[in-house]
């Protein structure tokens, strides 16, 4: 694992700056190209497939392009062709002509300043939703909330792993459906895993219950429409039909069959792991307070693995012996005084871990515990104590005035859920505000905050050119002739077969493309339904992009983040390939309970 860590990726990353300038110039020539002679409308259809496919391609293999590159620059091309598809015979053209300047500023006035139409567009609130609920979330996760239930859950079972692990990633599963999955997933991992390594789990186990988390938040998240992308995107194109009615009835089913898979194959791995909560480490002890001292003095929060890794100048060929003791459940202070780590360089991981003012306390506390002198480590840990109960009514404040973020979040929900037309992303702000309130004055910890939420939402920029590519894709009626297409599929299949045909679909296609992409595209041709077939259609691929966004490494951006997470602190030689080879067999077993559930809900409503 040592030398997995230090391996070179050798990835070439391709400019992205000559990449959109060969954009500009291709979409250049397509316009005038469309000026001369006359494009095909299936031309909107190539580009578009083209360029999701180029997301999948230039993620997997060496050459790399960033992907907000690939999609901003085919989005130039694929509107230089609709343009000339969509110009001689426009509203807009013909209003020019007979209004004037009038007929433009009605036309930017709907599409470009009003949110109705900027939901036309590019989805406009639900990206507007993510955005705050990312801030909602990292405000949130600044009180350590998580942390706090879980280790308190951690006593309760007497140290036990697996009925631990259960009632977290249960937790977790049930915010994701309201919440933010990314930072969701992302506070999930760190726990875990710090749960994992006092109990001495062996790698593997941590790495398969990290990629397992990917169902968590998204399967098993997918009972509500909030905490995911792709379901609010379902939700918006399938309006008024998709209510919460609609995912409670319909999804709920599903993402609790789905949590019961997880929790039997976790357990499996899990069974008899025990934490001796009677000699948890001081830090371990106090875990949540001692993050929230990380965020107030240095607005950082690192697990100790991941610590010593932003630290490997100061630690030198120490650096894998001391990562490898973390990994088997070692407080970091214990762990730098056996590899002999000079007291003025502990001191200073131990400050830059914790805080100033209780490095020489804490390597006092490590060495006494090292040498077994345990009537000396007791006297050095009072002052240490003091400091962090001092936080814990800081940080118990904070998390008050989350909780209370809750309200208007919730309520503005309800308001949507009632009034289509008043705005989501209202609810998000207005959890944020309040929550954001809490760790106003905390200045470190504040800019953490920010910057988490930042550093998500990112993340999601690159949807917004495939958003308006794939309207602009509407607009040459190609999902009109798709629902031609599934309508002439439930008379040849059954509406049984064809759903599930639409999951396994879904599936496949999140597996190599982003499921935000394939939940706006696939759920377009479903408008003309029948009702129950809508819904059973809905259903179905929803369940497939949030299966086959966990498939692989680049399905869906809580696979992303876990598998960042996997090559940074557990196997830095994990390849794409292990991670299929990993997932495949739960996958299969969410594909055994899709089976029957869809084939259920035909019987139920068709018979």
């Given at each position: 694992m040592?030398?997995?860590?230090?391996?070179?990726?050798?990835?070439?990353?391709?400019?992205?700056?000559k990449?959109?300038?060969?954009?500009?110039?291709?979409?250049?020539?397509?316009?005038?190209?469309g000026?001369?002679?006359a494009l095909?409308?299936?031309?909107?259809?190539?580009?578009v497939?083209?360029?999701?496919i180029?997301?999948?391609?230039?993620?997997?293999i060496?050459?790399?392009i960033?992907?907000n590159?690939?999609?901003?620059?085919a989005?130039?091309v694929?509107?230089?062709?609709?343009?000339?598809?969509?110009?001689?015979?426009?509203?807009?053209?013909?209003?020019?002509?007979?209004?004037?300047?009038?007929?433009?500023t009605?036309?930017?006035?709907?599409?470009?300043l009003?949110l109705?139409g900027?939901?036309e567009?590019?989805?406009?609130?639900t990206?507007?939703?993510?955005?705050?609920?990312?801030?909602?979330?990292?405000?949130?996760?600044?009180?350590?909330?998580l942390?706090?239930?879980?280790?308190?859950?951690?006593?309760k079972?007497?140290?036990?792993?697996?009925?631990?692990?259960?009632?977290?990633?249960?937790?977790?599963?049930?915010?994701?459906?309201?919440l933010?999955?990314?930072?969701?997933?992302?506070?999930?991992?760190?726990?875990m895993?710090?749960?994992?390594?006092?109990?001495?789990?062996?790698?593997?186990?941590v790495?398969?219950?990290?990629?397992?988390?990917t169902?968590?938040?998204?399967?098993?998240?997918?009972?509500?429409?909030?905490?995911?992308?792709?379901?609010l995107?379902?939700k918006?194109?399938?309006?008024?039909?998709?209510?919460?009615?609609?995912?409670?009835?319909?999804?709920l089913?599903?993402a609790?069959?789905?949590?019961?898979i997880?929790?039997?194959?976790v357990?499996k791995r899990?069974?008899?792991?025990?934490?001796?909560?009677?000699?948890?480490?001081?830090?371990d002890?106090?875990?949540?307070?001692?993050?929230?001292?990380?965020?107030?003095?240095?607005g950082?929060?690192?697990?100790?693995?991941?610590?010593v890794?932003?630290?490997?100048?100061?630690?030198?060929?120490?650096?894998?012996?001391?990562?490898?003791?973390?990994?088997?459940?070692?407080?970091?202070?214990?762990?730098?005084?056996?590899?002999?780590?000079?007291?003025?360089?502990r001191?200073?991981?131990?400050?830059?871990?914790?805080?100033?003012?209780?490095?020489?306390?804490l390597?006092?506390?490590?060495?006494?515990?090292?040498?077994?002198?345990h009537?000396?480590?007791?006297?050095?840990?009072?002052?240490?104590?003091g400091?962090?109960?001092?936080m814990?009514?800081q940080?118990v404040?904070?998390?008050?005035?989350g909780?209370?973020?809750?309200?208007?979040?919730?309520?503005?929900?309800?308001?949507?859920?009632?009034?289509?037309?008043?705005?989501l992303?209202y609810?998000?702000?207005?959890?944020?505000?309040?929550?954001f309130a809490?760790i106003?004055?905390?200045?470190?910890?504040?800019?953490?905050?920010?910057?988490?939420a930042k550093?998500e939402?990112?993340e999601?920029?690159?949807?917004?050119?495939?958003?308006?590519?794939?309207?602009?894709?509407q607009?040459?009626?190609?999902?009109?002739?798709?629902?031609?297409l599934l309508?002439?599929?439930?008379?040849?299949?059954?509406?049984a077969?064809?759903?599930?045909?639409?999951?396994?679909?879904?599936a496949?296609l999140?597996?190599?493309?982003?499921?935000?992409?394939?939940?706006?595209?696939?759920?377009?041709?479903?408008?003309?339904?029948?009702?129950?077939?809508?819904?059973?259609f809905a259903?179905?691929?929803?369940?497939?992009?949030?299966?086959?966004?966990?498939?692989?490494?680049?399905?869906?951006?809580?696979?992303v983040?876990?598998?960042?997470?996997?090559r940074?602190?557990?196997d830095?030689?994990?390849?794409?390939?292990?991670?299929i080879?990993?997932?495949?067999?739960?996958?299969?077993?969410?594909?055994?309970?899709m089976?029957?559930?869809?084939?259920?809900?035909?019987?139920?409503s068709?018979g």
């Amino acid at each position: 694992m040592e030398n997995a860590k230090g391996n070179a990726n050798n990835l070439v990353e391709i400019s992205s700056k000559k990449f959109l300038l060969g954009c500009l110039i291709l979409a250049v020539g397509v316009y005038f190209l469309g000026r001369q002679v006359a494009l095909p409308p299936g031309l909107v259809a190539a580009e578009v497939f083209l360029t999701v496919i180029s997301l999948f391609v230039f993620g997997s293999i060496r050459y790399r392009i960033d992907k907000n590159a690939v999609t901003y620059g085919a989005g130039l091309v694929i509107f230089a062709t609709f343009w000339n598809l969509w110009w001689p015979n426009s509203h807009l053209r013909r209003g020019l002509q007979a209004e004037g300047v009038s007929a433009l500023t009605a036309f930017l006035k709907h599409w470009l300043l009003s949110l109705h139409g900027l939901n036309e567009l590019i989805h406009a609130d639900t990206m507007l939703f993510i955005l705050g609920l990312t801030l909602f979330v990292a405000a949130i996760a600044q009180t350590r909330l998580l942390e706090t239930i879980s280790f308190s859950v951690l006593q309760k079972n007497r140290g036990k792993v697996a009925p631990t692990i259960a009632i977290l990633t249960a937790i977790v599963a049930f915010a994701s459906g309201i919440l933010d999955g990314v930072s969701m997933i992302g506070l999930m991992i760190r726990v875990m895993v710090l749960i994992l390594f006092l109990a001495k789990v062996k790698d593997e186990a941590v790495l398969y219950a990290v990629m397992v988390s990917t169902i968590v938040t998204t399967v098993c998240g997918m009972w509500l429409a909030y905490g995911e992308p792709p379901n609010l995107i379902m939700k918006a194109n399938l309006h008024p039909h998709l209510d919460n009615a609609f995912f409670l009835r319909y999804c709920l089913p599903v993402a609790v069959g789905s949590y019961l898979i997880v929790y039997f194959n976790v357990r499996k791995r899990l069974k008899g792991k025990v934490v001796d909560t009677q000699k948890l480490d001081i830090l371990d002890l106090h875990t949540a307070d001692v993050r929230f001292l990380q965020a107030l003095r240095h607005g950082q929060v690192l697990i100790a693995a991941e610590f010593v890794d932003f630290h490997k100048d100061v630690l030198g060929d120490k650096h894998p012996a001391v990562d490898r003791r973390l990994h088997e459940g070692e407080p970091l202070g214990a762990a730098l005084i056996r590899e002999g780590i000079p007291a003025e360089a502990r001191k200073k991981l131990l400050g830059l871990y914790v805080a100033e003012n209780l490095a020489e306390d804490l390597d006092l506390h490590y060495q006494h515990e090292v040498a077994g002198h345990h009537d000396s480590k007791d006297a050095s840990a009072r002052h240490i104590q003091g400091v962090l109960r001092s936080m814990r009514r800081q940080r118990v404040r904070t998390q008050w005035i989350g909780a209370l973020a809750f309200i208007p979040f919730v309520a503005f929900l309800v308001w949507h859920a009632i009034d289509h037309d008043f705005p989501l992303f209202y609810a998000s702000f207005a959890g944020f505000a309040v929550a954001f309130a809490g760790i106003y004055r905390l200045t470190r910890m504040r800019r953490l905050a920010l910057h988490d939420a930042k550093h998500e939402y990112i993340e999601y920029l690159f949807l917004l050119p495939l958003f308006f590519s794939i309207t602009l894709l509407q607009k040459t009626g190609f999902f009109a002739q798709l629902s031609e297409l599934l309508h002439a599929g439930i008379n040849s299949l059954g509406v049984a077969a064809l759903a599930y045909l639409q999951f396994t679909g879904a599936a496949f296609l999140s597996a190599i493309l982003d499921n935000n992409i394939v939940a706006d595209f696939a759920s377009r041709a479903l408008h003309g339904l029948e009702l129950g077939t809508l819904y059973l259609f809905a259903m179905a691929q929803i369940a497939g992009y949030a299966a086959g966004g966990c498939w692989t490494h680049i399905g869906s951006a809580q696979s992303v983040v876990a598998y960042a997470f996997i090559r940074r602190e557990v196997d830095g030689g994990f390849t794409p390939f292990a991670w299929i080879k990993a997932m495949t067999p739960i996958i299969i077993e969410i594909f055994i309970l899709m089976t029957a559930v869809i084939y259920g809900e035909a019987w139920l409503s068709h018979g």
